[in-house]
């Protein structure tokens, strides 16, 4: 079993930043990939960023790529997504995800708003 739960959402101007966190806690968190994923309402889901298990992988979408980081701390077992420049269009709750084999592991969202 994983559990995850997400903070750091909250409303920003555009070009504002915010930073992401997702708490991993269960039977070897630090073992599993680690996706961000979007959906604003009415939209489908979008993966924004992941980050492989051993650091050595990351995956960011075309929307946001040079804007959005991913990073992780093993010893707190947690996984940041930085956001900067934020535009109204990532506005979105955004989830912290971990696909195995069997299961997909989510986490509860936060939301992000960005506008003027």
């Known amino acids: 079993q994983l559990q995850l739960v997400e903070s750091g959402g909250g409303s920003v101007l555009p070009g504002g930043s915010l930073r992401l966190s997702c708490v991993a806690s269960?039977?070897?968190?630090?073992?599993?990939?680690i996706s961000w994923i979007r959906q604003a309402p009415g939209e489908e889901r979008e993966r924004v960023s992941c980050l492989s298990s051993s650091g050595g992988s990351r995956f960011f979408a075309d929307a946001v790529k040079g804007r959005f980081a991913i990073s992780r701390d093993v010893a707190k077992n947690t996984v940041y997504l930085q956001m900067n420049n934020l535009r109204p269009g990532d506005t979105s709750v955004y989830y912290c995800?971990?696909?195995?084999?069997?299961?997909?592991?989510w986490g509860q969202g936060t939301r992000v708003t960005v506008s003027s």
């Open positions: 995800n971990a696909p195995t084999a069997f299961y997909s592991y």
């Open positions: 269960g039977i070897s968190p630090e073992r599993y990939d």
